[in-house]
């Protein structure tokens, strides 16, 4: 299996633009996780899917913020418009239904000018 | 809530060893271990459920302890390739025992190790 798969891997854009993230998780993995990751704040849970639907985002810092999962092997997350304090490692990751296991991505650096 | 990772820093001679807790302020269902190296994913190290127990990988292992609600991570005699941030995320338990499947992580405790 390929892991699971982030795009884009680097991400330089100006604040007011909109973003969009997105995620390929293992084929096979109920649950899906997205992670903020910065200096100040480490690894910040931002929103998790099981079975596709959303059940705890209230990791998610503001409205400008949105996550879906339209069906089990896509997920994308949205800022808009992006603000410079958004600028993170954003790491997607899929769940092992059985072992447990979280399996991340490479990760999105975002940027915002 | 956040579990609380102590130390916050570790820096050792190979050969030496080295243990990082966790503790959380809920009743857990499951413990995990990552550990991440710069400018890479955190990679899975071991996952501890309710009941407490202990596992090992390696030279690394960990314990679980569910009514102190507490982890601690075990790394024996040290090697250079050990060097990076430790992560335990933590998982609640429910009233009836389930998990809520909710993994939330520390702040991670940078392991350094020299020659």
């Known amino acids: 299996d390929a892991g699971v798969i982030q795009s884009p891997r680097h991400e330089v854009t100006e604040m007011g633009q909109e973003v969009t993230l997105r995620c390929k998780p293992i084929s096979g993995h109920n649950s899906l996780f997205w992670y903020r990751q910065t200096m100040m704040r480490g690894l910040e849970l931002l929103i998790y899917f099981n079975n596709n639907v959303p059940i705890d985002d209230s990791g998610m810092p503001e409205d400008r913020f949105s996550a879906k999962m339209p069906n089990a092997s896509f997920s994308t997350l949205k800022i808009q418009p992006s603000e410079p304090r958004d600028s993170a490692v954003y790491f997607c990751?899929?769940?092992?239904?059985?072992?447990?296991?979280?399996?991340f991505g490479e990760g999105s650096r975002l940027t915002v000018l | 809530q956040q579990p609380v990772q102590s130390p916050q820093a570790v820096i050792l001679r190979e050969g030496e060893d080295a243990v990082i807790n966790c503790s959380s302020s809920?009743?857990?269902?499951?413990v995990h271990w990552y550990r991440q190296k710069h400018g890479e994913a955190p990679v899975f190290l071991m996952i501890l459920l309710k009941g407490g127990e202990q596992k090992g990988h390696e030279k690394i292992s960990a314990s679980f302890n569910e009514k102190k609600q507490q982890s601690s991570l075990y790394l024996t005699a040290s090697q250079l390739s050990y060097s990076g941030t430790y992560f335990c995320?933590?998982?609640?338990?429910?009233?009836?025992?389930?998990?809520?499947?909710?993994?939330?992580f520390g702040q991670g405790t940078i392991l350094t190790v020299h020659p």
């Open positions: 809920k009743a857990l269902y499951s």
């Open positions: 990751a899929s769940r092992a239904t059985h072992t447990g296991e979280l399996f």
């Open positions: 995320g933590t998982e609640g338990v429910s009233a009836g025992g389930t998990s809520y499947g909710k993994l939330t």
